[in-house]
Every structure is written in structure tokens, then in C-alpha cells.
């Protein structure tokens, strides 16, 4: 991994809305994280579903659109684009930290705010439950990926491996020239690669898209 200069907040993405919370993570976390080298984002980040969306490997285009359409929901930096240059650093949202309590708590506010200001006919969302809570987007133009395997009928969540699979169809999505803008245009290009079916939404819950896979 290439490592440079440490973290400078005005360059990061969300900096009007974020960065007065980003300093108070950051000085919570020390000085060791705070004055540490940094990289891009999506070179920082390396769990399950970050290796299947595989950017390094994707195509110019499909890079291209990855950086202008991914945002990362992070515990100390709050929301994030793929290029953002970070330090390497280990935190869980569903932690607290001193001084400053539950993650999830100090960040939702300012995350809302931050990204309510971003115009999209739809939202497809991969995030953990951990990471749910921090925003709400607006459930009508939302689609929840959930995976489940199949097997005599009945179908059953997929825990272990359901982030490489949402890893897989965010690939995918990137991948693909014609961005879908509604629900049912999700549906209809991702039932090309992968078998899934189209959940409308109930009380107050988003639309979602049920991936199954094979065992």
C-alpha cells in the first residue's frame, strides 16, 4: 500500500458538515492515527466486501463511476468517498469513544445532514446493520441488498458471506454503462448476473433486493 502524508481534513469529501466531529474522533483516537501516514480510502479499507468489489482491477470507466457513486459510512470519519486519503485505523461503529460516547449517536446528526445534499434518482444500500443507524435515507428511492440461500424452498440469511455478495453486485452495478434509477430497473439488470427478487416496501421500511445464492 502506498502511504503518505497524514490525514488533512479540508481535503476530504462531506469536510463542511463532518470535519468539526472529525477532529473529535481523531483527537480521541491519538495522535499515532492522527499524525499517520494516509492512503485512499479504498486502499485503506480491505475487509470482504472491499476485495469483492476488486476497484484495483475494475476498468477506467468503471472506476470512474465507483469514486463519483460509492460513499463509505465510517466510524471515525463519518461518511467518505473512495478517494479520500486516510489513515489506517481500527474502530467499530457500534463503539464508544471517551469524552465523546456512542458512535453511532455523534455521528448521525451530522451524517444526515451531509448527505441529504446529494441528488440521486436511487440509493442501493450495502451498509451492515452496524453502520444502518448513523443515516436513514429516504426510504421511497432506497434498495436494501439482503442475501439469502435457498434450499428445498425455504430460504434462510446469509450472515457469513452476505458482504462479499454485496461486494459482488456493487462490482457489477459500476461495471455496467446504463446506471438504473428506479427500483425495478435494479431489479431488472441485476437478475442478469445474479437471482433475486424485488421487495416493495412496508410501514417504514425501504424497498429491498433479495440476492440468493448457492450454498
Known amino acids: 500500500m502506498q502511504k503518505g502524508k497524514p490525514v488533512s481534513l479540508t481535503s476530504l469529501s462531506f469536510g463542511k458538515d463532518l470535519n468539526l466531529t ?3 474522533t481523531l483527537a480521541a483516537m491519538g495522535t499515532k492515527i492522527a499524525k499517520g501516514p494516509s492512503a485512499k480510502a479504498i486502499d485503506v479499507y480491505s475487509g470482504v466486501l472491499y476485495q469483492a468489489l476488486d476497484y484495483q482491477n475494475l476498468n477506467t470507466a468503471a472506476k470512474k463511476r465507483a469514486e463519483k457513486s460509492i460513499v463509505i459510512i465510517s466510524a471515525l470519519f463519518g461518511a467518505l468517498k473512495l478517494t479520500d486519503s ?5 474502530l467499530d461503529m457500534a463503539k464508544s469513544l471517551p469524552k465523546l460516547g456512542s458512535l453511532t449517536a455523534l455521528w448521525k446528526p451530522v451524517v444526515t445532514k451531509a448527505l441529504e445534499s446529494i441528488k440521486t434518482d436511487l440509493i442501493i444500500d450495502c451498509r451492515s446493520s452496524t453502520y444502518q443507524g448513523v443515516w436513514t435515507p429516504e ?4 434498495v436494501g441488498i439482503r442475501v439469502f440461500t435457498e434450499k428445498n424452498g425455504k430460504r434462510s440469511v446469509v450472515t457469513h458471506m452476505s458482504k462479499k455478495t454485496r461486494g459482488d453486485v456493487a462490482k457489477f452495478l459500476v461495471m455496467q ?13 441485476v437478475a442478469k448476473e445474479f437471482k433475486c427478487e424485488l421487495v416493495k416496501p412496508e410501514g417504514k421500511k425501504s424497498w429491498f433486493l433479495d440476492v440468493i445464492v448457492k450454498n
Open 86 to 90: 486516510i489513515p489506517t485505523y481500527k
Open 177 to 189: 454503462s446504463k446506471i438504473p434509477k428506479t427500483a425495478q430497473e435494479l431489479q431488472k439488470l
Open 22 to 24: 472529525r477532529k473529535k
Open 139 to 142: 426510504l421511497k428511492k432506497t
